[in-house]
């Protein structure tokens, strides 16, 4: 009797603290995060954003029902997501989820949004079928609306959320000023980079003329020029930094054409400029054993087909320094980048940004390439070159200003029309994190690029490989055996004990 009302007792106490902990859930958000990038903790950029919230912001969640595992999960962590916006934004951040495969109606209404539908395949019934899924966004704010139509697992989706949101709320932009003239690109040939430049700056373009103003830009932009500079547009740079100006310079020093198979020097009096500066980029080609490959076409009896060729002209960068500027970012291809080396004085702040690998090398100008060149180690017996820096301090009269340079101009610009081409997405962060770095203090530079690390199993070494191949096959298996004989162990000494007399 007194057990079975133990046991009663124990089911109530069991379901009365099950029933308070989900009390206490839906009035409280909260998760531990463990992993190594905080993927799941809100980056402090958020926490301001939704700080400074003084009216409500809407988000409509547009995310089809029944989906397999792997994409529902991208739903159930956009809940928590919201939940924790609401939470710290104490209740500024409204939001709903809508099934737009429900009715004909609804799913009219999200596609008028703006949100399209992606084809999924699935499994049903043993039968390959593919399905319409809305895994998308619409974030309103007051009469503005901000559309996200695919929501990314992981950090993107609070990078997406966030700027999406701040987007809307920043009322005085910053003006960015991209100076041309020179033969540099238009801003309609950065289309990726002004995707995330225009969340928080108006960007226009810059003449340089007597009656230009630079002091109205929190920052400006030089970017691969071609043609000569006149001197007294490099003296307009010097009275830009004088007040106070940042600068972020990429620059050509050398141009290579593939077509010719030939590179030379360029020079615009740019180098001469920023070699007063104390800065002095090379007119030379940085090789690296760590590159980016080109196609070639080979013949082979009557057959003619492509290859894929290593090209160490094309250096695929991934040691970066420990700075805001470069934080997350994985892989950098550049495109015939130079060298640079500070020459300055202690007076001024030189922090190198990107480098080369431990496999690198230098080739002066002019350089005829060979395609077909087989690269040896001796070929690469420098490492660590610096492909970007940064010099802060008094760089032109009293005042402090920031100076960032790229060791090639080209590394993050899509171009224009049929010859218009994707940047890989680190090309174009660094670019736009640079000037982030010299503009902004809202702290979206580190959530740009916030997000799981990258370890292809491509570029270990072979005995490496081969150790983690086993040891991913062994260890499970030696896990199960050693738990089998633990409990055998459990087993043996409890028979012992029962063989003695006295035991209870």
């Not at 009797?1 to 206490?24: D, E, F, R």
């Not at 395609?371 to 802060?392: C, H």
Request: glycine share 6%; charged share 20%; with cysteine.
């Amino acid at each position: 009797m007194n057990t079975k009302k133990s046991l009663i007792l124990y089911i109530l106490i069991v379901t009365g603290i099950l029933i308070l902990v989900n009390i206490l859930a839906n009035r409280f958000f909260f998760r531990l995060d463990f992993t190594e990038d905080n993927r799941y903790t809100l980056s402090d950029a958020t926490k301001n954003i939704l700080k400074e919230l003084d009216d409500p912001v809407t988000v409509t969640a547009y995310f089809s029902e029944d989906l397999p595992p792997q994409i529902a999960q991208t739903k159930t962590d956009f809940k928590d997501l919201l939940i924790e916006y609401a939470n710290k934004s104490k209740g500024n951040v409204l939001y709903e989820f809508i099934n737009p495969n429900g009715k004909e109606e609804t799913e009219q209404e999200a596609m008028k949004a703006g949100i399209s539908p992606v084809v999924i395949n699935v499994r049903e019934k043993d039968q390959a079928v593919q399905k319409k899924a809305y895994l998308g966004a619409v974030v309103k704010y007051g009469d503005k609306t901000e559309v996200i139509p695919f929501m990314q697992q992981g950090a993107a989706m609070e990078y997406a959320l966030s700027t999406s949101i701040k987007k809307l709320t920043v009322t005085d932009k910053p003006m960015i000023g991209f100076i041309q003239g020179h033969g540099e690109p238009t801003i309609s040939e950065f289309q990726q980079a002004m995707v995330s430049l225009s969340v928080l700056y108006d960007v226009e373009p810059v003449n340089l003329t007597d009656s230009t103003n630079l002091s109205q830009y929190k920052t400006v932009c030089m970017i691969a020029p071609t043609d000569s500079i006149p001197a007294g547009h490099l003296a307009m740079l010097d009275r830009f930094l004088a007040g106070g100006g940042n600068l972020y310079i990429a620059i050509n020093r050398v141009q290579g054409d593939l077509s010719q198979l030939y590179g030379g020097e360029l020079t615009t009096g740019l180098e001469s400029w920023l070699a007063t500066k104390g800065l002095k980029v090379e007119p030379n080609f940085v090789i690296d054993a760590q590159c980016s490959t080109v196609n070639v076409r080979q013949q082979q009896g009557m057959f003619t087909f492509n290859t894929q060729m290593t090209f160490p002209y094309l250096p695929l960068a991934n040691s970066f320094a420990d700075h805001a500027i470069t934080k997350g970012l994985e892989n950098v291809l550049f495109e015939f980048v130079s060298s640079m080396n500070f020459t300055g004085d202690t007076g001024i702040h030189y922090q190198p940004l990107v480098y080369s690998s431990d496999k690198s090398g230098t080739q002066n100008c002019p350089v005829f390439f060979n395609i077909q060149q087989q690269w040896t180690n001796a070929d690469f017996p420098l490492s660590k070159l610096t492909l970007g820096a940064l010099l802060e301090g008094k760089l032109s009269g009293n005042a402090n200003s920031k100076l960032i340079v790229t060791g090639d101009g080209d590394f993050a610009v899509n171009g224009a029309g049929q010859a218009a081409r994707q940047r890989q997405p680190d090309n174009v962060n660094l670019m736009v994190n640079a000037i982030d770095y010299l503009s902004d203090d809202t702290g979206l530079i580190d959530l740009r690029t916030k997000g799981v690390t990258s370890r292809p199993i491509d570029q270990l070494e072979d005995s490496t490989k081969t150790l983690l191949k086993y040891l991913n096959f062994m260890l499970p298996v030696l896990l199960i055996i050693a738990i089998g004989l633990i409990n055998a162990q459990k087993n043996r000494t409890r028979r012992m004990k029962r063989m003695y007399y006295d035991y209870v």
